[in-house]
């Protein structure tokens, strides 16, 4: 079996300081050779704050059960994911790979990529022509094969999977991409990437950034490129942001025709640097956005059942509640809206930032 990517994460159930203490009395095979659920959960829910072997093995043992006992497949796979994806745990890759080659689950590419199965992952990519499969190949390829990723990301990026979208502009306009691309295409999917397309900055353009929201921010370059931002906690804030956009929408003429912050609040400023993106600190109003405060304050806090939130520096979130799932599984879920609706990824990663009102 092949391994092409190993992921970590840090996402996984939160335990009790009791439940910890059970779990430390009894390893997770004695917990399994006992059939005891309840330890073996407890084991798992450790693995955020102690992600041992240990409790990757009860997220084996646990799938195993599943398995075993109760004929669950698609109970299974899940707990084999959290060993396989989160703890590189060889035999619930192979459990995994198992499951998807007999056919006992519904499949999807980041299964294949858990299991380390290959073979499916490229039905997917070239058979079915699956956009999410062929953005993880571009993703593990470009390290290696650089013309064979791209290839990859810009068929994925063909059927609109926004990161590879970005991706492919991103190294087109600054000369760095290994294959041909038309340039029609290029600007069309640029446009894609950044919503519009930052015309010149002429009078209703202007206007319509002047109604909205403060703190906000507009960046222009000579170009033609311009971008605009609202909403947010400060000034600074909306214009780092401001300009960051407007420079990656105008990396073909950046070096010569660079943007600028124009004007903060409504008030035309000089072009200087605004200051970097501050770091979260976990209190009431935490995020750079008015909306994602308000969110938080009025909808996230109250609930009792369990909850995760994702979050980029740059103001991308994403959050979810559930009264069943496993939180290890919905932080894998919350973490991938982030990282797909983040255009700045590569350089503002989303990140697991709150579990049942707990901050990280």
């Known amino acids: 079996?092949?391994?092409?990517?190993?992921?970590?994460?840090?996402?996984?159930?939160?335990?009790?300081?009791?439940?910890?203490?059970?779990?430390?009395?009894?390893?997770?095979?004695?917990?399994?050779?006992?059939?005891?659920?309840?330890?073996?959960?407890?084991?798992?829910?450790?693995?955020?704050?102690?992600?041992?072997?240990?409790?990757?093995?009860?997220?084996?043992?646990?799938?195993?059960?599943?398995?075993?006992?109760?004929?669950?497949?698609?109970?299974?796979?899940?707990?084999?994911?959290?060993?396989?994806?989160?703890?590189?745990?060889?035999?619930?890759?192979?459990?995994?790979?198992?499951?998807?080659?007999?056919?006992?689950?519904?499949?999807?590419?980041?299964?294949?990529?858990?299991?380390?199965?290959?073979?499916?992952?490229?039905?997917?990519?070239?058979?079915?022509?699956?956009?999410?499969?062929?953005?993880?190949?571009?993703?593990?390829?470009?390290?290696?094969?650089?013309?064979?990723?791209?290839?990859?990301?810009?068929?994925?990026?063909?059927?609109?999977?926004?990161?590879?979208?970005?991706?492919?502009?991103?190294?087109?306009?600054?000369?760095?991409?290994?294959?041909?691309?038309?340039?029609?295409?290029?600007?069309?999917?640029?446009?894609?990437?950044?919503k519009e397309p930052y015309k010149r900055q002429d009078k209703v353009h202007f206007e319509k950034y002047l109604t909205l929201d403060t703190h906000k921010a507009y960046a222009a370059s000579d170009s033609g490129r311009g971008s605009r931002t609202a909403g947010y906690i400060s000034g600074d804030i909306a214009a780092r942001l401001a300009l960051e956009s407007c420079q990656l929408s105008n990396a073909d003429k950046e070096s010569d025709q660079p943007c600028r912050v124009v004007n903060i609040d409504g008030e035309w400023v000089k072009a200087t640097e605004p200051p970097s993106l501050p770091e979260l600190v976990g209190s009431d109003a935490p995020f750079i956005k008015h909306s994602m405060n308000e969110s938080f304050k009025q909808k996230y806090v109250p609930i009792t059942s369990q909850k995760v939130i994702a979050y980029s520096l740059n103001g991308v979130w994403s959050w979810q509640a559930s009264s069943s799932e496993n939180v290890a599984m919905l932080s894998k879920l919350v973490l991938g809206k982030c990282q797909s609706a983040n255009k700045f990824e590569a350089k503002y990663p989303c990140k697991i930032v709150n579990i049942n009102g707990k901050w990280y």
């Open 1 to 194: 079996m092949t391994n092409i990517i190993k992921i970590v994460s840090g996402c996984f159930l939160l335990a009790s300081v009791s439940f910890i203490a059970i779990a430390q009395e009894r390893s997770a095979k004695v917990c399994y050779g006992e059939q005891d659920r309840e330890c073996l959960e407890e084991h798992v829910g450790k693995a955020i704050t102690d992600p041992s072997p240990d409790a990757f093995d009860a997220a084996y043992y646990m799938g195993l059960l599943l398995l075993n006992e109760d004929n669950d497949a698609e109970g299974a796979k899940k707990y084999f994911e959290i060993g396989a994806g989160f703890g590189s745990h060889k035999k619930s890759q192979e459990e995994l790979e198992k499951l998807i080659k007999n056919k006992l689950v519904e499949v999807e590419p980041v299964d294949c990529l858990m299991s380390g199965d290959v073979d499916c992952l490229y039905d997917f990519a070239d058979n079915k022509n699956n956009a999410v499969a062929q953005y993880f190949l571009g993703k593990e390829f470009v390290k290696t094969e650089l013309v064979k990723g791209s290839e990859y990301y810009l068929k994925a990026a063909r059927q609109g999977h926004l990161t590879s979208v970005c991706y492919v502009v991103d190294r087109y306009f600054a000369d760095e991409l290994p294959i041909d691309l038309d340039h029609q295409e290029a600007v069309a999917l640029r446009v894609e990437c950044y």
